[in-house]
């Protein structure tokens, strides 16, 4: 059963730069099958998706979140990645990796999320 | 954006309740519907996926129905770790769109 796993700081400064990375374990970012999302929850609130990537490098973003979103992928070491610059407090959220099976369809893996707060 | 509409937003049921949320899509899509579990402090959990197919694993208790742009998603017998939040989500067009989520209580 493939699994994920969130890594990165859980404080970041207002006006930099959120990266955070996400392993995949017992699987393969290559699998066909598979499209890699982020998604991400306020504290409190509901879910909000971020975007995806598939292992070939095609994204898709959140056109509320576009301008500032960068997700990449790396097949050697079995990790996609997000990147969200100019960060304000409202991007304080617990950031979920989640692996999408085929096109279009259900989120069925889901790594645990990791809160990032957004501080000075 | 497709607008994902649950209700109610919160649900108070005893032990043992049949237990009904809808959710309403702002536009037709389809059976491209999936329904999550989450737990507090916990990643969401998938149950149903295509408006109506259970995930592996899943309690048979729960299961998912309709189409187009009105769904529901059913609990059985309600049990008491079934006590979560609930989440529809649509995955027809892009940006994927979640319901503002559905908390279960037990009375």
């Known amino acids: 059963q493939v699994q994920l796993q969130e890594s990165g700081p859980g404080l970041v400064k207002p006006s930099e730069t959120l990266s955070l990375t996400c392993t995949v374990s017992?699987?393969?970012?290559?699998?066909?099958?598979?499209?890699w999302n982020w998604i991400r929850q306020p504290p409190g609130k509901g879910l909000e998706w971020i975007g995806y990537?598939?292992?070939?490098?095609?994204?898709k973003y959140n056109p509320s979140l576009k301008s500032r979103v960068t997700i990449s992928v790396d097949t050697s070491k079995n990790q996609f990645s997000l990147r969200l610059s100019s960060v304000t407090a409202a991007d304080t959220a617990v950031y979920y990796c989640?692996?999408?099976?085929?096109?279009?369809?259900?989120?069925?893996?889901w790594g645990p999320g990791t809160t990032v707060t957004v501080s000075s | 954006d497709i607008q994902m509409t649950q209700s109610p937003s919160s649900l108070s049921a005893s032990v043992g309740d049949r237990v009904t949320i809808t959710c309403q899509a702002s536009?037709?899509?389809?059976?491209?519907l999936s329904w999550y579990q989450q737990k507090p402090g916990i990643a969401p959990k998938l149950l149903i996926y295509?408006?109506?197919n259970l995930q592996t694993g899943a309690p048979s208790r729960f299961s998912g129905s309709g189409s187009g742009t009105l769904f529901t998603f059913t609990i059985s017998s309600l049990q008491p770790e079934d006590i979560a939040t609930y989440y529809c989500?649509?995955?027809?067009?892009?940006?994927?769109?979640f319901g503002q989520g559905t908390r279960l209580e037990i009375k």
């Open positions: 990537i598939y292992y070939t490098g095609n994204t």
């Open positions: 989500q649509q995955c027809d067009n892009l940006p994927y769109t």
């Open positions: 989640a692996r999408g099976y085929n096109y279009n369809s259900r989120m069925d893996v």
């Open positions: 536009q037709d899509i389809s059976n491209s």
């Open positions: 295509g408006a109506s």
């Open positions: 017992s699987g393969s970012v290559s699998s066909g099958s598979s499209y």
